[in-house]
């Protein structure tokens, strides 16, 4: 079908946002709308232009008779300052302190719009890991990994606490657990990764990084490397914690007293800078 | 920022596609873009047309001062003919039949371009109706339901088989296995509905419907009400069901002796066709 140039624009941005970390011919954009590859071209320039303005990703154009254009999701500080501030705001709301110490965020997690934001946050740091796979524990962490995964284009493996029988062959593991110092099993079916697959761990809670630390062992055990670690909230006064170089979004502090707790930015803002750096 | 039609057109779409179900003023744009209303009804009208042309769905602009735009996703029924039959091939691959009958589906449900196209399917079928929130069972259910709320910008709960300490208070339900009869326990954190909340009800698998039977009493405990339900897999051979008025996409049979199991499409079509049709 022949689209006007306002068309292709509408359609084009639909197709490159629904498809990201994909190399798309420009052939399959000529074809789609009957127009030449030159005002393809000229589309996607207006489109890049955009995208960088608005700080949500990048279009990287590959020349040549395989060439193609590439749309990597990301996020520009201002967003996501904002995003943890708003985050910050929820999570100090009075009545979420627990008895035990802990935080009910069940509600937060449960909203599509902040796990959403909080997947293109993590993407965005890591957009220049080449990755096979997304890895979490069940079960507070799954959504958060398929939001990581889906700006990604990659696959999610959930690693649990045994086995299911619709899963087939498992590998297990046993960790301990860094704060309870208990020890614990983690189970993955045989069949989530191959060899070599380069996987980047994601969860939505941090003590003192047993879990982590666990994740990571059962990736070597598959043969696989871990590109990168990343959580939504640390813990700050569970020290020392068994991983490092992982990127948090927000550090809690919850006084032994009961009182406020308090809510911090973790360290992504540095993670990001050097990812968004990296493209000037 | 003043910004020419074609900036517009750029960003208004990423902008729509990542607001589903919301109603954005056209003073939020006409602001955004320091441009007259009239020229972003102008822009609307071109986006609209490619929604539609496209199949990816409506714009409703509401006239007035209190107007605005909402966008309403959904998935043409090419695009779902198309999806289910990949589906359908991957799913009847050989070394999916596990022991006992059991189908290995973890990959399938791992990859987050299957879930939110699968996501969009059943959003759109349900598109028509006022949803406060999407529910399902733990675990393999999470990602699909975190798939349809996204669409539709509403709040995922997560129902579980025993409670959780960082949950705070829960109701408890007991409810009997279709399939094993066996008599189960599950539980949702008192916090996550409120009364008359329209709840679609969202799970990966069903054999006779037990689970699914247990999330409608689930509601009725909270004072809510069953807006819909729908499941990914139904097995075909288990009779009779505990529930009806169900969406399935795909429906599996494994037959009694070691062979082939076969898969076919589940009613979605019916209601796809329904739920289309009403916007003619």
Redo the contacts between chains.
């Keep these: 079908?022949k689209l006007k140039?306002?068309?292709r624009?509408?359609?084009m941005?639909?197709y490159l946002?629904r498809h990201p970390h994909q190399v798309i011919p420009l052939s399959y954009f000529s074809e789609r709308y009957a127009s030449a590859k030159s005002s393809i071209s000229e589309d996607l320039t207006?489109?890049k232009?955009?995208?960088e303005?608005?700080e949500?990703g990048r279009l990287q154009t590959q020349a040549g008779a395989t060439g193609g254009v590439c749309y990597m999701p990301s996020m520009g500080r201002t967003e996501a300052a904002q995003l943890l501030s708003d985050l910050r705001e929820q999570m100090t709301q009075e009545d979420r302190l627990?008895p035990?110490g802990?935080?009910?965020?069940?509600?937060i997690l449960?909203?599509?719009?902040y796990?959403?934001a909080i997947g293109r946050l993590i993407a965005s740091v890591f957009s220049d890991k080449q990755l096979d796979a997304v890895m979490t524990m069940?079960?507070?962490g799954?959504?958060l990994a398929?939001?990581v995964?889906?700006q990604c284009?990659?696959?999610?493996?959930?690693v649990?606490r045994s086995s299911k029988?619709?899963?087939?062959s498992t590998v297990s593991i046993n960790y301990i657990s860094g704060s309870s110092k208990r020890i614990q099993t983690m189970v993955l079916?045989r069949?989530?990764l191959h060899e070599h697959a380069r996987v980047l761990i994601v969860d939505d809670f941090m003590k003192a990084g047993g879990t982590m630390k666990g994740m990571m062992n059962m990736i070597k055990e598959f043969g696989g490397e871990v590109a990168g670690m990343a959580v939504f909230v640390e813990k700050k006064d569970e020290v020392p914690k068994l991983v490092d170089q992982y990127v948090s979004l927000l550090k809690l502090s919850i006084p032994e007293q009961e009182g406020m707790l308090t809510i911090e930015n973790g360290n992504v803002d540095e993670w990001l800078s050097k990812s968004l750096l990296s493209h000037k």
């Design positions: 079908m140039r306002s068309s624009l509408v359609d941005t639909e946002l207006i489109i232009e955009n995208f303005t608005q949500i627990l035990g802990y935080l009910y965020m069940t509600d449960g909203k599509p719009e796990i959403n069940e079960t507070k799954i959504p398929y939001a995964a889906s284009s990659v696959p999610v493996v959930v649990r029988v619709t899963e087939g079916p069949r989530s």
